[in-house]
């Protein structure tokens, strides 16, 4: 079994920066990827970005690129999401899942494809 713990969130505002991090423990695999997507009450949860263990390789929405970038600390068995200029939009429960597959062209952009899940952690932007 795997767990995954999650911090940061929280209320900002509209151009501020926010850090989302995300720790998994447990029996995890050498090959896998770590990804976090993003909630609205009444909506499908939509992928955000995500980065493979092995190599590295990020992928991103494209309704968050230039403005956030995920990063990788193997050791730790963590993944970070710096998330700059935010907006009203971005408000959202973000969630962090693990897909304990090998996924040959990066993450995976499909929320079944994800085993793993952490509680969700809210961030809401406004002024």
């Known amino acids: 079994q795997v767990q995954l713990a999650e911090s940061g969130g929280g209320l900002v505002q509209p151009g501020d920066s926010l850090r989302l991090s995300c720790a998994a423990s447990?029996?995890?695999?050498?090959?896998?990827?770590m990804a976090w997507f993003r909630q609205v009450a009444g909506k499908e949860r939509e992928f955000v970005a995500g980065i493979r263990r092995s190599d590295g390789r990020q992928s991103y929405a494209e309704s968050v690129k230039a403005r956030f970038t995920i990063t990788r600390d193997n050791p730790r068995n963590t993944v970070t999401l710096q998330m700059n200029n935010l907006k009203s939009e971005d408000t959202a429960t973000y969630y962090c899942?693990?897909?304990?597959?090998?996924?040959?062209?990066?993450?995976?952009?499909?929320?079944?494809?994800?085993?793993?899940w952490g509680q969700g952690t809210q961030v809401t932007v406004s002024s």
């Open positions: 899942g693990l897909d304990s597959g090998f996924k040959a062209l990066g993450a995976s952009t499909y929320e079944s494809d994800y085993e793993y």
């Open positions: 447990g029996r995890t695999s050498v090959e896998y990827t």
